[in-house]
């Protein structure tokens, strides 16, 4: 499975951009598929996905801001990120999880930076 991840950009605060990642392999395949994002500094935190196509989790810090969707004719998951903080920047990478037979898979993609100004 390859994931490319496109979108990121320089914002000022309160902002908006919209993250978007294309799978090379159907979406309805992943057991998850989302957003992490990795902070200078700080560990790779997760910011939302989707699981088994129909249920979501969302970090905290997100939730009333951000929206994860999907297009499953075009394989593509994407972010959409509203009121941007300077918190927010940080290089985010697409994720897809796969499992099969109790064999989990973890796929990359590539990452976009995003950059939030105060």
């Known amino acids: 499975v390859q994931l490319q991840a496109s979108g990121g950009g320089f914002v000022q605060a309160g902002g908006s951009l919209r993250l978007s990642c294309v799978s090379s392999?159907?979406?309805?395949?992943?057991?998850?598929i989302g957003w992490y994002r990795q902070a200078p500094g700080k560990q790779r935190e997760l910011v939302a996905q989707l699981r088994i196509g129909v249920h979501m989790d969302v970090a905290d810090s997100v939730v009333a801001r951000f929206t994860i969707s999907r297009d499953k004719a075009k394989n593509t998951v994407a972010l959409q990120m509203n009121d941007l903080k300077p918190e927010d920047t940080a290089v985010y990478y697409c994720?897809?999880?796969?499992?099969?037979?109790?064999?989990?898979?973890?796929?990359w993609g590539q990452g976009t930076l995003v950059t939030v100004s105060s």
């Open positions: 392999a159907s979406i309805d395949s992943m057991d998850t």
């Open positions: 994720n897809a999880q796969t499992l099969f037979l109790g064999n989990r898979e973890n796929y």
